[in-house]
């Protein structure tokens, strides 16, 4: 088990060090242990006129800029990147529940108020207000193509808009409760969708059909991905696209892990975890999971055995996204939002992407340039991240 404290910051530091006699507090907790709080002071430099980032022993200043903050914490020697965001969007005034980001820029998110909306992330413009759901949308996703929006919500149903007309051609009826995730085969012709019902059902797309039930009876399902299988199996059925190679990881309310070959309609493994599995992706071939005792558990996807795991705060999980170079970003319950890496060579760097004052990370998205983090305080923060993966070279 990887274990290094966790590091936090004022939220509006980065407006703080910008002025002389600044002070802003800054501390950090071991799992299970009483937090350490200190204070950064900021100084006039007599020399040469510049602000100076005053810190206690307990830290190891190393460089700043407009929108980070570079420390190492001593104790430890874990080194700290606090970032913050380049824009903070306020298009809901309710508690944004998720958010999904098409490689263009247009951004897709639901709040507690039961608002869809499609915004531009350049200008917070909403170009498009997607009504129809009953209920609040507790997961909106743009298809691979980044003109086409898939949202699931309280009402059972999923739906799929055009995000440049806001028209609902198709609505995939057929869970008898929430549908909680959503993830893509392929181009999405074929998508999967989970549910408090307990299952994970298979969809065309085309035709608003289900075509199987992929998992049952395991109890509530809170997430859903998909990875790539050793074997393929062949597919009779024309209307079900690239599943032959693929496999479906269903995180359960239980704890329990189950992992299914689409195909073939076979469980591969179910690996019970700790709590409750509140969120998970897969890259290349590792699963990571959020739980919601705070643990982020990493396995490997064909057999289900546990490499790794992090258990740096007893908060809860709530969202996890795949990055890349083998990076990832952790959205908790207390508004920590940390990017992490697979990589045993930074076990001792974190990012922190910051900004949140303690309101929960409900969702997380990454286009390839920004990070979008929904947050409970009604914001979707956006991170550059250029910013980020300089700390993991």
């Known amino acids: 088990m990887v274990s290094m404290p966790i590091v936090t910051i004022q939220c509006d530091w980065n407006d703080v060090i910008r002025l002389p006699n600044g002070e802003a507090w800054i501390s950090f907790k071991y799992i299970n242990q009483t937090s350490v709080h200190d204070k950064l002071t900021t100084t006039i430099n007599k020399a040469d006129g510049k602000i100076k980032i005053n810190f206690t022993d307990n830290y190891q200043y190393i460089s700043h800029g407009s929108l980070s903050l570079v420390v190492k914490h001593v104790g430890s020697g874990l080194k700290v990147a606090f970032i913050a965001p380049t824009k903070a969007h306020r298009v809901h005034s309710k508690a944004v529940l998720s958010v999904g980001a098409a490689e263009n820029p247009l951004v897709v998110s639901s709040c507690e108020g039961d608002r869809l909306l499609v915004w531009d992330s350049r200008t917070s413009e909403i170009t498009q207000e997607l009504k129809g759901h009953g209920g609040p949308v507790y997961r909106c996703r743009f298809f691979p193509s980044g003109v086409v929006v898939l949202s699931t919500g309280a009402d059972g149903s999923s739906r799929i808009w055009s995000a440049e007309s806001g028209i609902n051609p198709v609505t995939l009826v057929g869970h008898k409760m929430s549908v909680t995730d959503v993830t893509f085969i392929d181009k999405g012709r074929n998508v999967i969708t989970v549910s408090k019902d307990g299952t994970a059902k298979l969809w065309d797309v085309g035709e608003s059909n289900c075509l199987d039930n992929i998992v049952e009876g395991h109890g509530q399902i809170n997430c859903c991905a998909l990875g790539i299988a050793s074997e393929e199996s062949a597919v009779e059925n024309e209307r079900e696209v690239a599943t032959g190679n693929k496999l479906l990881v269903a995180g359960c309310e239980s704890g329990a892990l189950i992992c299914t070959h689409v195909a073939k309609r076979r469980e591969v493994f179910n690996k019970q975890l700790p709590s409750s599995c509140n969120t998970c992706f897969v890259m290349d071939n590792n699963i990571v999971v959020g739980c919601s005792d705070g ?33 990832f970003v952790v959205g908790r319950q207390d508004g920590t939002c940390t990017v992490m890496s697979l990589n045993d060579a930074h076990n001792n760097v974190r990012v922190q992407l910051t900004g949140s004052d303690c309101d929960g990370i409900r969702d997380l998205a990454f286009n390839g340039k920004w990070i979008y983090a929904a947050c409970r305080d009604t914001h979707v923060r956006k991170y550059d991240y250029n910013q980020v993966v300089v700390h993991y070279k």
């Not at 490499?307 to 996890?320: D, G, Q, R």
């Open 295 to 327: 643990r982020v558990i990493q396995l490997n996807l064909q057999d289900g055995t546990i490499t790794k795991e992090w258990h740096e705060s007893a908060n809860p999980v709530l969202s996890l996204a795949a990055l890349s170079n083998q990076l």
